[in-house]
Structure formats: C-alpha cells, structure tokens
C-alpha cells in the first residue's frame, strides 16, 4: 500500500495557506475557534478572519467539500455559515451533528440557589450513581472524566422545593456540535461518488446519519503517542477557584500529555473524511489543534496537510502523528470498517 504523505506547518492560516495551490485539496475538515473563549483561550477569542475561508476557497478542488466543526450556539453558528457563504461555498446542505452524550448542564439549580441565599441546610437524599461530576457550575468541557461522588440533595425551605428541578438560565448539557456543510460548486464530481462514500461507513454510523455518535476522547487516545510529561491543563476554572462539591470533597483536574483544551475523537474525524473522500486523497485542516485530523488521516490512508499557528501544539500534533499506521489500526481496531481501503480496522 503506497504511503501516504503528512505535510506540518507551523504558522497562522491566514498566511500559510497562501503557500497551496489552487484547486489542490479534495476535502477540508477543520475545528476551527468559535470566538466563545473557551476556557479563556486566547486563539478562541474571535471567529477566524474571512480571508482565511476565501483561502480556503480557493485551494479546494471544484465539487470538494468543506466540513467545519461549531457550537451549536445560534449566534456562533449563524456567523460561521455566512462567513463560508461570503466566501463563495454552496451552503445549502444538512449539517451533521456529532453527539457524545456527556457535557455540563450551562444553567444553574434555582432551588439550590435560593436556599443558599436563604442560609438553608438541604437534606442528603442519595449519591449520585453518576460518577462524573455534573454540577451545573462546572461547565468546562475537559472536567468530563473527573470521578468522585456526589450527594444528591433535598430542599428543606418550602420556596426552595417548589424550585425543585427548575434550572435559571438556558443552557442545558450541551452534549451536541454541529458540522458544517459546504461545496466549492461547478465540480465534475458526482453524487455518486458521495453515495459510495457513505456507504463506506460502519453500519452503526450509517444507522444514525447524521447523528454521529461518538464520546469525548480518552486520556489514552489523547495522549497515544506522547512521551512528555503529564500536566494539569488550564481549563480557566483552576484560578482562584477551589474544585469542591456540595459534600465538601475536592477534586482534582486529571493531569495529561496532551494539553490541548479541545481535542476532537480520532474516530469522529476519520467518519467526516471517509464521507468526503477516497483513499489517497488530500485533506486539510488549517486550525490542527492537537492533530486529530491528521491522526485520521493517516489511519485511513489519506494524505494530510495541517496547519496550526501555537508551537506548545504542534510539538503536540508531531508527537501524535509519530504514531505509525499499523499501531494506530491495532488502537482503532474494531472501531473503523473502511470498505474503500478494503481494510476491517
Ligand atoms: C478548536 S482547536 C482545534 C482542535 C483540534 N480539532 C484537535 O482535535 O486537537 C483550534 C486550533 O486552531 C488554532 N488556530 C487559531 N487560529 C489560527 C490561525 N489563524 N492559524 C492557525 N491556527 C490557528 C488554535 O491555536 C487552536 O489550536
């Protein structure tokens, strides 16, 4: 089988991708800031510059797809549509919606709060069987893993127990991001093509299109491949804020190689390119994180450009794409049927 090339830039997008050839790239999966903030991340302050989409524009083959991941947050998601639109794709697509059934409810407990602010004691009722912590106040996407045992509580104030089950705010567990759809129009591909590629998805995948569903990724696939030292990642609530639960435990942030805040599942990446693309073909992503598309890319055989503008990450995105093939088939083993590559992963 002819080896497939893996092309690593460090730099910002918005001038890397100046270096690529027109109409060069036959797919473009990418995740790419959502301008929220997260965890206070200073690259996820804005939504990418528009240049950078036109760029990406112009160095997709005609006909080829653009799949990128967003908040499912209206206003993030309405801005990061009409920016691809401006940039000449044809939005006029379903989005495909990775669901990964964990995430940290946004709103928080009236009935908690008012006894708090009444000075109430609430009664212990139970532990909670969950062993992930769900406190509406931890909202931080990398606190998924962290174990402990939480009381489950009882008001004992009449205000406190008409509240009871009542969440102030509107952000309930968001457990959803969306994928974006886009074509750079006028190809000479046809919908043929799209056809096979779905149907060289696992039949468990196929079932729930376009649920895709797939959980957070685990400390071990996060780290494959890593040989630093593990540290505590910075999730922004570690500052000046304690980690304790209503019985009073702490708890601690898990610590890891890998400290990229966001880091998408490997096999999530590798559905989103087998739908868009045929062994051999090139993908791009030019917002790599800690190399997910990469590390999917190479599993499934397809060629690989990736740009990322943090040097902590790219050492990341290197070390991960050390890896080799074959020891990623033995870690992917069982989750991935690639029919295109006639491999059973
Ligand atoms: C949401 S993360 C991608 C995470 C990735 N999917 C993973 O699994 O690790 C977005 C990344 O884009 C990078 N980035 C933001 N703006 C960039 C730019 N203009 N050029 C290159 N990289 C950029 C950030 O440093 C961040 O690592």
Redesign the pocket.
Known sequence: MKKMEQHLIL??????LKQLKDNSVDLMA?????GIS?MN?G??KVL??KD?WTECYRVLKPGSFIAV?SSPRSDVLYRMIKDLEDAGFDMSFSPILWTYHSGFPKASDTSKMIDKRLGAEREVVGKNPNERINKAEYTAYDLNGLKGELNITSSNTDLGKKYEGSKLGFQPKPAIEHIIIGMKPHGQKSYIDNVLNFEALPDNIKMTYPFIQVPK?AKKEKDLGLNGEEKKLDTGLNKGKKLNTSNGKDYTIPSRK?T??????VKL?SYIITLFTREGDWVL?????????GVAAKLINRNFIG????KE?MD??KQRLSVSRTDLIKYFKGVIKDEQTKLDL
């Open positions: 730099g910002d997008s918005a001038e890397q990418t995740d790419p800031p959502y997260f991340k690259w996820d990418p510059p950078i991941m990724p890998n990229h805040p966001t880091t998408k599942p990446m992503d030019p917002f790599l994180g800690s190399g997910t598309t740009i990322e503008r943090e990450y990341i995105i």
